[in-house]
């Protein structure tokens, strides 16, 4: 009997590990939400930036957004909380974001935010329209 009630336990903790990998293995794949930031395009400004940085600026919202600044010729670090899913790159599909470049920084707008950033002086200031926020 005693056999029998280990044996059943084992069976029973093994379903359970298995079934935590497969969990695992459709998050990390991104299939349990059907969203990722592959397969979805929001706007983007991706630049030269402040002493040998380049930096990526991505509107997820009209009020949301993700800026990164990385090493020229880096990759963008996604955080654990990006890469698993559990933040989801979602944005309208009409979200209308102008974008404008020159030589010496950027600007970004939508009617909620304003974003500038300065590639000489490596600043970058973002307000809602009328008011400073950082």
Known sequence: MKNTSNILNLLHTKNIIIGILIFFGFIASGEISGQTS????????????????????????????RIQIAPHGSKYNESGLNRYG??????????????????????????????????????IVVTYPGRLVV
Do not use: M
């Open 38 to 65: 592959s397969n979805i395009s929001p706007p983007i400004l991706e630049k030269d930036f402040y002493k040998g940085t380049a930096i990526r600026v991505t509107f997820l919202k009209e009020n949301i957004v």
């Open 86 to 123: 559990f933040i989801q790159d979602i944005n309208s599909d009409n979200l209308k974001v102008d974008i404008s470049e020159s030589k010496n920084g950027f600007s970004l707008e939508t009617s909620r935010l304003i974003i500038k950033g300065n590639s000489s002086t490596g600043k």
